[in-house]
């Protein structure tokens, strides 16, 4: 698995330069605010940090042509980032701790020191970011994000193979104690070329369905509402043009503040995980939207058994009862059933709901699951449906 040196896209770089420092080891600037980044930079672990130009005034600063080593990452390299210009605007230092109503930067680049992996950004941009450091040596950073969007990023991953993005956007909102409960991420146009996929089965089966290109997007979006004690998915959804997307929608309770303060805090694995269990199910949504990839695998399918697209679709409707009776559910096999069909047949849609009357605990889920998973999607009050 490739490893990049992400540290400082995106979100990451504004973590680290508005990181605000108590102490500048490198010349002072003239700037507060550029001196506050600097030092933000220095705490974040990056050395060599030099700068070709610095103006503004009490509230704003320009940096130009700045360039640092960062910190070894897990694989134990340092990068080496340049910026061509780094703007703040209204923005303020006071106690170690930087604000700015708006950030701009042009022309990021980061690269693995002896190694092709790194990025590239032509842009990003901004809103109510903050950070602060209460310790030089050992920092520990309190950073907000209001938002930011970066445009123009490539990746490229150990062989030099790069991967385009046009844009990623990060949001987040309801912020208590520098904490936000609500956030959103989404990566829009990211084009990997099928020919230079290190996997040979991976390749061969996309090239065969036709995809030269795949052109991906992602979102993710969710929140925690401490009084109603509940995390909520919005959405996790992967598309690809020409193929389909996939989606998830999940509603958690039993999320406290107490049960937030101590997932959070370093402790035992176990006791996690008997935390987790603790939480409830109230809501599950999966569902599948095809645009052309369940059109083509049938095809590839029916050409391989020497037969039509429609005669394969029968013979896979006609095995479903048998082959679902596995599940030891009856009711929810002709469900299946029916829906499977009817999306075969059409292949429009295709969604998994699990909408339960009252919240079940996870624990109950893992004990039935073991103990009787025929009785699963009865518990979980499962519906599937096709082309809705």
Same mark, same amino acid.
């Given at each position: ?5 992400? !540290? ?6 504004? /973590? ?8 500048? *080891? ?41 360039? *640092? ?21 209204? $923005? ?6 930087? +604000? $700015?109503?708006? @950030?701009? =930067?042009?022309?990021? $680049? ?8 790194? /990025? ?8 109510? #970011? ?5 310790? %030089? ?9 209001? &938002? ?5 990023? #490539? ?14 956007? /990060?949001?987040?909102?309801?912020? /208590?104690?520098?904490?936000? !409960? &609500? ?20 390749? %061969?089966?996309?090239? !065969? ?19 109603? +004690?509940?995390?909520?998915?919005? +959405? ?46 109230? +809501? ?28 394969? @679709?029968?013979?896979?409707?006609? $095995? ?12 929810? &096999?002709?469900? @299946?059933? %029916?829906? *499977?069909?009817?999306?075969?047949? =059409? ?12 919240? @079940?605990?996870? =624990? ?7 103990? =009787? ?16």
């Amino acid at each position: 698995m490739p490893r990049l040196p992400l !540290r400082l896209a995106g979100p990451s770089l504004a /973590v680290l330069i508005l990181a605000g420092a108590p102490a500048l *080891a490198a010349d002072p600037t003239g700037n507060a605010i550029a001196d506050a980044v600097i030092a933000g930079m220095e705490s974040g672990g990056a050395t060599n940090i030099s700068w070709g130009g610095v103006s503004g005034d009490a509230d704003t600063a320009t940096i130009t042509d700045l360039k *640092a080593t960062t910190a070894p990452g897990e694989n134990g390299k340092t990068s080496t980032l340049t910026i061509g210009s780094l703007t703040l605007d209204e $923005a303020s230092v006071a106690d170690g701790r930087i +604000e $700015a109503g708006a @950030v701009a =930067a042009t022309a990021i $680049a980061i690269k693995e020191d002896g190694g092709s992996a790194g /990025v590239t950004i032509a842009q990003i941009t901004g809103a109510g #970011v903050a950070g602060s450091v209460e310790d %030089a040596v050992s920092p520990d950073l309190d950073t907000t994000l209001g &938002e930011m969007t970066a445009t123009g990023v #490539v990746i490229t991953v150990d062989d030099g193979t790069s991967i385009p993005i046009e844009t990623v956007e /990060v949001k987040t909102g309801d912020v /208590v104690d520098g904490t936000p !409960r &609500e956030m959103s991420f989404a990566a829009d146009n990211i084009v990997i070329d099928v020919a230079k996929l290190p996997d040979e089965d991976t390749k %061969a089966q996309l090239t !065969r369905l036709g995809y030269d290109t795949l052109k991906l997007s992602l979102v993710l979006a969710g929140g925690w509402d401490a009084d109603e +004690e509940s995390l909520t998915v919005e +959405e996790i959804t992967i598309s690809g043009d020409a193929m389909g997307s996939l989606s998830l929608y999940a509603s958690l309770g039993g999320l406290t503040e107490e049960v937030m303060a101590q997932l959070k805090a370093d402790g035992n694995d176990d006791q996690k995980m008997q935390l987790l269990q603790g939480l409830t199910v109230e +809501e599950l949504e999966i569902s599948f939207e095809n645009q052309s990839v369940v059109n083509r695998l049938i095809d590839a399918q029916a050409k391989d058994a020497g037969t039509t697209p429609e005669a394969l @679709v029968d013979q896979l409707t006609q $095995a479903l009862p048998q082959m679902l009776q596995m599940i030891g559910n009856p009711d929810f &096999e002709g469900k @299946v059933a %029916a829906a *499977a069909t009817a999306f075969l047949k =059409a292949p429009q849609n295709l969604t998994i709901t699990a909408a339960p009357a009252q919240p @079940v605990p996870i =624990a109950q889920l893992v004990g039935t699951a073991m103990m =009787a998973p025929q009785s699963l999607p009865t518990v979980l009050n499962v519906t599937v449906d096709a082309n809705q």
